[in-house]
């Protein structure tokens, strides 16, 4: 396409390779500037916030304490490094380290099952008083 595009113009090799001019024009500009057609190597974002050294700290600390939290993590990387972190940048470093936080281990499954509750006394009809037509248990008042 390449090898078109410097014969002819921009449109017609776009036009003969379904392609929009656009990519015709990037093509032509890339190969003058680099000589080649290999893509431009990617542009790092931003760097991270808690740099490889700080990484192997945050795992050499580990080793000593394993009960350390989150936010004890991120003091003790500001109070080394004088650097201070979110605690989701620290947590986001710690998963990519494939640090668990979690403070005890799992149990053991239980060996016995487990017990049943009783079951609560159903009511039946039978076990509840009937009414009775006597006066003493009538809801009308009495006459005084």
Do not use: C, W
């Amino acid at each position: 396409m390449l090898s078109y595009a410097l014969t002819y113009s921009v449109r017609k090799t776009a036009a003969l390779f379904r392609v929009s001019p656009n990519t015709v024009h990037v093509l032509q500009k890339l190969f003058i500037e680099t000589g080649q057609l290999a893509p431009k190597p990617s542009q790092a974002g931003r760097p991270r916030a808690i740099s490889a050294e700080g990484e192997l700290y945050l795992q050499a600390l580990l080793r000593e304490e394993v009960d350390l939290t989150v936010e004890e993590f991120r003091e003790r990387y500001a109070d080394t490094y004088g650097v201070t972190v979110s605690v989701g940048t620290m947590f986001n470093t710690l998963r990519r380290l494939r640090i668990t936080r979690k403070k005890s281990p799992p149990t053991p499954p239980r060996r016995t099952a487990r017990s049943t509750k009783p079951k609560p006394s159903t009511i039946t009809t039978s076990s509840m008083p009937s009414p009775s037509t006597s006066a003493s248990t009538s809801m009308k008042p009495v006459p005084a």
